[in-house]
């Protein structure tokens, strides 16, 4: 080997050390810079890179950090400026450095320190939460592979909350209330089309199960089994509406709002909005919920109609609801979605190519043969969708109103499409833009730890997080 080709391989092998790294396992870890990290803080503080496989780290100015020998701890906490912060474990402490620009250099020279077991930042690493359910990797609308940011982003959601604590509602046609993926968390049914509604089953009478369908997307059960919902920790009421008796349906909302409902579901509508409907959904609005407002969630439709046509007035145009639109796998406005002034927000729909997976009648009489629908789609899919995360935003702070729920909502829904977005975020086709459940939880999160006093900064979020649930127990 000549001289050069020793020199040129050496330079190599040691060319971590004279990039960004940090030593793991007794070796360097190259990292790139970046301008921001998902599910990491936004702390002007805090400077972000990712590694060769991807993975996103915050640094901040503190670092963790082990010696095997004591005795050399004082000198080189000396040596290197460091300020103790505060005992971790038996061994382990952690420490802060001058500014976060030097966190990386100063951990990487104590860890080739004699006495220093390992050094390294205390890195804020997004921590994405799992399930085993078989189908989860087909849900797209919770994380979608191919088209990164066309999901909900639930999983940092999920970091927060999984809607325990919270009861919703189905108010649709057909829902099996003893499907495996489902009957875990349903408390209650009804079904209004009946003489006696309190003691009749929700089934179906034309065979297409639509409100199990949707019921599976807002809050299937995590049970390492078929699908999982987006708020699969929470309760809900399955309720059948009547075919045609437009007083039974008020009656039934009536009732939701008496059994305390905080959040309910329709994938329905009749382009029919009498004043009957928009009083109750008022009622529920500024009422429900003991005058918090109970967040009444509707599909906008699938029939590309412009909801402000003359002598259209449907449903999901009422102002005491939120409308839903929806939006494709390819993070694109669906093109069969309704649109409008009365649009709110958009949620997952799918597109022909691109439908949901989701729970089905189980046996032969549903949609399929197999317990689950592979090919449900439209805005009565997304709205279920989007009423699961109301559901988590409410678990993560439980007093807050239905305005304070949509003003976090519009605040953190991420813009898609082509349409331009007016001066309030807002367009006729999208509403506020794709709902983001990771950011409006987290939100909602931060508010319920300032209204209890506990300002904490963002780098101790897992320490947060303890507190949050010792809280929510007591």
Not at 76 to 105: A, F, M, P
Not at 172 to 190: K, Q, S, W, Y
Not at 231 to 248: L, M, N, T, W
Not at 286 to 313: C, E, P
Request: proline residues 3%; contains cysteine; glycine residues 8%.
């Amino acid at each position: 080997m000549t001289l050069l080709k020793w020199i040129l391989l050496t330079l190599l092998g040691t060319l971590p050390l004279f990039g960004a790294h940090f030593i793991n396992h007794g070796h360097a870890v190259s990292l790139h810079p970046l301008k921001s990290a998902r599910g990491v803080s936004t702390e002007k503080s805090v400077r972000y890179y990712a590694d060769n496989r991807g993975r996103q780290f915050g640094v901040t100015d503190q670092l963790i950090l082990s010696f095997s020998d004591e005795k050399l701890r004082e000198p080189l906490i000396k040596r290197y400026n460091l300020r103790y912060l505060r005992k971790l474990s038996e061994h382990i402490g952690l420490y802060r450095v001058t500014s976060s620009d030097q966190t990386l250099d100063t951990a990487n020279a104590l860890a080739k320190e004699k006495g220093v077991l390992f050094a390294h930042p205390n890195f804020l690493i997004h921590k994405a939460t799992r399930t085993a359910d078989p189908y989860y990797p087909f849900l797209w609308h919770l994380k979608n592979r191919e088209y990164p940011g066309a999901d909900i982003n639930v999983e940092e959601a999920w970091n927060y909350t999984k809607g325990k604590g919270v009861i919703a509602a189905i108010v649709d046609e057909g829902i099996d209330i003893d499907h495996d993926d489902l009957r875990e968390n349903i408390i209650g049914f009804a079904n209004y089309s009946a003489r006696d509604p309190y003691t009749t089953r929700p089934d179906s009478k034309t065979g297409y199960w639509h409100g199990t369908a949707c019921a599976g997307l807002m809050a299937a059960v995590e049970n390492d089994t078929g699908v999982v919902g987006v708020a699969p920790e929470s309760k809900f009421y399955a309720i059948r509406y009547s075919d045609s008796d437009v007083a039974q349906d008020i009656i039934a909302f009536h009732d939701l709002m008496k059994a305390n409902v905080s959040v309910i579901s329709n994938s329905w509508g009749s382009y029919t909005n009498l004043d009957a409907y928009d009083a109750i959904f008022k009622e529920l609005a500024t009422k429900g919920r003991n005058g918090k407002g109970i967040l009444i969630f509707f599909a906008a439709g699938n029939d590309h109609k412009n909801l402000d046509t003359a002598g259209i007035d449907d449903e999901s145009e009422s102002p005491w609801v939120i409308s839903i639109a929806a939006s494709t796998e390819r993070n694109t406005i669906a093109s069969y979605s309704n649109y409008g002034s009365s649009i709110d927000f958009i949620a997952p729909g799918g597109t022909l190519g691109g439908k949901l997976v989701t729970t089905d009648k189980m046996g032969a009489e549903g949609y399929t043969d197999w317990n689950y629908n592979f090919n449900f789609a439209g805005t009565s899919a997304a709205a279920p969708i989007a009423a699961g995360v109301g559901i988590l935003i409410l678990a993560a702070d439980p007093d807050l109103t239905r305005d304070e729920v949509l003003d976090i909502m519009r605040k953190t829904a991420v813009k898609i499409g082509d349409y331009p977005y007016d001066e309030k975020g807002w367009n006729a086709h999208a509403g506020y833009g794709l709902i983001d459940a990771g950011k409006a939880v987290s939100t909602a999160y931060r508010l319920r730890m300032q209204a209890l006093g506990i300002v904490m900064e963002s780098r101790i979020d897992n320490f947060v997080h303890v507190m949050f649930e010792s809280v929510q127990n007591n």
